[in-house]
């Protein structure tokens, strides 16, 4: 079990973030940011033990430089702040796929930046 302080959960509206359990963790205070603009708040604030990074933009109608920011740009900055001990980043099955040269996979914006993101 793990026994941490503070924790932030990060795109808590996406599918995996709105479904993590807390309930197994013990004394631990949780924080929620359900956009980029939330957790940006958050760390500037504080310090925290951990990030459980689920956030990320993956509409595909949006515009590449858009997904660039929101995904890349925004983790980068968080990662930099030094507000964290520890982050665990949340990716995408579409990253193994991008590298095992999938053939039938639809490359994205969404795609690359979480294969950015994990490197």
Not at 34 to 57: M, S, T, W
Not at 60 to 88: A, F, G
Request: with cysteine; hydrophobic share 35%; charged share 30%.
């Amino acid at each position: 079990m793990l026994f941490v302080n503070r924790i932030i959960i990060s795109g808590t509206k996406g599918f995996l973030g709105s479904k993590f359990d807390t309930s197994k963790f013990n004394s631990t205070k949780f924080f929620y940011a359900k956009n980029h603009i939330q957790l940006r708040r958050l760390v500037k604030k504080e310090k925290y033990d951990l990030l459980i990074h689920f956030g990320a933009e993956n509409r595909d109608n949006s515009r590449t430089d858009y997904i660039i920011e929101k995904n890349i740009v925004n983790l980068r900055e968080i990662v930099e702040s030094k507000s964290l001990k520890k982050i665990l980043f949340i990716s995408s099955d579409t990253v193994t796929k991008l590298y095992n040269k999938n053939k039938n996979l639809k490359i994205t914006p969404y795609n690359l930046s979480k294969l950015f993101c994990e490197q």
